[in-house]
Protein backbone atom coordinates (compact mmCIF):
# COMPACT_ATOMS: atom_id res chain seq x y z
CA UNK A 1 0.00 0.00 0.00
CA UNK A 2 1.10 3.71 -0.32
CA UNK A 3 -0.03 6.07 1.67
CA UNK A 4 -0.23 9.84 0.56
CA UNK A 5 0.13 13.30 2.44
CA UNK A 6 -0.41 16.54 0.87
CA UNK A 7 1.05 19.72 2.15
CA UNK A 8 1.16 23.78 0.99
CA UNK A 9 -2.44 24.24 0.36
CA UNK A 10 -4.25 27.42 1.73
CA UNK A 11 -5.16 31.33 0.69
CA UNK A 12 -3.65 33.51 -1.64
CA UNK A 13 -5.15 36.26 -3.15
CA UNK A 14 -5.77 36.24 -6.96
CA UNK A 15 -2.81 36.34 -9.28
CA UNK A 16 -0.47 34.82 -6.71
CA UNK A 17 0.94 31.05 -6.43
CA UNK A 18 0.79 28.23 -4.46
CA UNK A 19 2.89 25.14 -4.99
CA UNK A 20 1.61 21.71 -3.62
CA UNK A 21 3.28 18.84 -2.62
CA UNK A 22 2.00 15.29 -2.42
CA UNK A 23 4.90 12.83 -0.14
CA UNK A 24 4.03 9.24 -1.11
CA UNK A 25 5.08 6.69 1.82
CA UNK A 26 7.35 4.43 -0.74
CA UNK A 27 8.78 4.40 -3.50
CA UNK A 28 6.65 5.49 -6.32
CA UNK A 29 7.51 2.41 -9.89
CA UNK A 30 8.76 3.96 -12.62
CA UNK A 31 5.72 2.94 -14.73
CA UNK A 32 3.64 4.78 -12.13
CA UNK A 33 0.55 7.18 -12.55
CA UNK A 34 0.57 10.51 -10.35
CA UNK A 35 -2.09 13.04 -10.51
CA UNK A 36 -4.04 16.15 -9.35
CA UNK A 37 -7.22 16.54 -9.61
CA UNK A 38 -9.55 19.14 -7.63
CA UNK A 39 -12.92 19.52 -6.47
CA UNK A 40 -14.65 22.49 -5.83
CA UNK A 41 -17.86 23.02 -4.05
CA UNK A 42 -20.77 21.39 -6.12
CA UNK A 43 -18.88 20.16 -8.89
CA UNK A 44 -17.68 17.04 -10.07
CA UNK A 45 -13.66 16.00 -9.20
CA UNK A 46 -11.88 16.80 -11.97
CA UNK A 47 -8.20 15.85 -13.50
CA UNK A 48 -5.98 18.82 -13.10
CA UNK A 49 -2.50 17.40 -14.23
CA UNK A 50 -0.83 13.99 -14.65
CA UNK A 51 2.97 12.20 -14.82
CA UNK A 52 3.70 9.36 -15.87
CA UNK A 53 7.08 8.27 -17.69
CA UNK A 54 5.45 6.43 -20.75
CA UNK A 55 2.62 8.77 -20.73
CA UNK A 56 4.57 11.86 -20.28
CA UNK A 57 2.93 15.40 -18.75
CA UNK A 58 -0.33 16.78 -19.41
CA UNK A 59 -2.95 19.09 -18.41
CA UNK A 60 -6.06 20.05 -18.03
CA UNK A 61 -7.04 23.00 -20.41
CA UNK A 62 -7.75 25.33 -18.05
CA UNK A 63 -4.82 25.48 -16.14
CA UNK A 64 -2.72 24.72 -19.20
CA UNK A 65 0.34 27.70 -18.88
CA UNK A 66 -0.22 28.43 -15.34
CA UNK A 67 0.32 24.99 -13.58
CA UNK A 68 3.95 23.25 -13.38
CA UNK A 69 3.69 19.33 -12.36
CA UNK A 70 6.64 17.42 -11.00
CA UNK A 71 8.33 15.01 -9.14
CA UNK A 72 11.09 14.66 -6.65
CA UNK A 73 12.32 10.98 -7.26
CA UNK A 74 14.37 11.06 -4.12
CA UNK A 75 11.63 12.46 -1.89
CA UNK A 76 8.87 10.16 -3.20
CA UNK A 77 6.86 13.37 -3.93
CA UNK A 78 4.76 15.07 -6.50
CA UNK A 79 4.40 18.92 -6.54
CA UNK A 80 2.43 21.30 -8.12
CA UNK A 81 3.04 24.32 -8.45
CA UNK A 82 0.37 26.96 -9.18
CA UNK A 83 1.11 30.19 -10.58
CA UNK A 84 -1.86 33.27 -11.64
CA UNK A 85 -4.07 31.63 -9.45
CA UNK A 86 -7.51 32.90 -9.98
CA UNK A 87 -10.83 32.36 -7.90
CA UNK A 88 -12.04 29.55 -10.29
CA UNK A 89 -9.10 27.68 -9.12
CA UNK A 90 -10.91 27.44 -5.60
CA UNK A 91 -11.28 23.82 -4.88
CA UNK A 92 -9.97 21.00 -2.68
CA UNK A 93 -6.98 19.41 -4.16
CA UNK A 94 -6.15 15.80 -4.48
CA UNK A 95 -3.19 13.97 -5.19
CA UNK A 96 -3.93 10.55 -6.63
CA UNK A 97 -1.31 7.54 -7.96
CA UNK A 98 -1.51 3.92 -9.01
CA UNK A 99 1.77 1.40 -8.71
CA UNK A 100 1.70 0.79 -12.59
CA UNK A 101 0.19 1.73 -15.76
CA UNK A 102 0.43 1.75 -19.66
CA UNK A 103 -2.27 4.72 -19.39
CA UNK A 104 -2.90 8.03 -16.81
CA UNK A 105 -6.82 8.33 -17.62
CA UNK A 106 -8.36 11.59 -15.82
CA UNK A 107 -10.72 9.07 -14.10
CA UNK A 108 -11.49 8.81 -10.75
CA UNK A 109 -12.04 5.29 -11.21
CA UNK A 110 -8.48 4.49 -12.17
CA UNK A 111 -6.44 5.37 -9.25
CA UNK A 112 -6.36 2.72 -5.85
CA UNK A 113 -4.21 5.74 -3.70
CA UNK A 114 -5.45 9.59 -3.04
CA UNK A 115 -4.21 11.86 -0.70
CA UNK A 116 -6.37 13.72 1.88
CA UNK A 117 -6.93 16.63 0.04
CA UNK A 118 -5.70 19.85 0.58
CA UNK A 119 -7.48 23.05 0.45
CA UNK A 120 -6.61 26.30 -2.11
CA UNK A 121 -8.49 29.11 -1.69
CA UNK A 122 -8.06 31.69 -3.66
CA UNK A 123 -9.76 35.05 -3.34
CA UNK A 124 -10.49 37.91 -5.61
Known amino acids: QVQLVESGGGSVQAGGSLRLSCAAS????????MAWFRQAPGKERAGVAR???????SYADSVKGRFTISKDNAKNTLYLQMSSLNPEDTATYYC??????????????????WGQGIQVTVSS
Open 51 to 57: FNRGVGI
Open 96 to 113: AADLGSNWCPYSRDHYPY
Open 26 to 33: RYMPSNSC
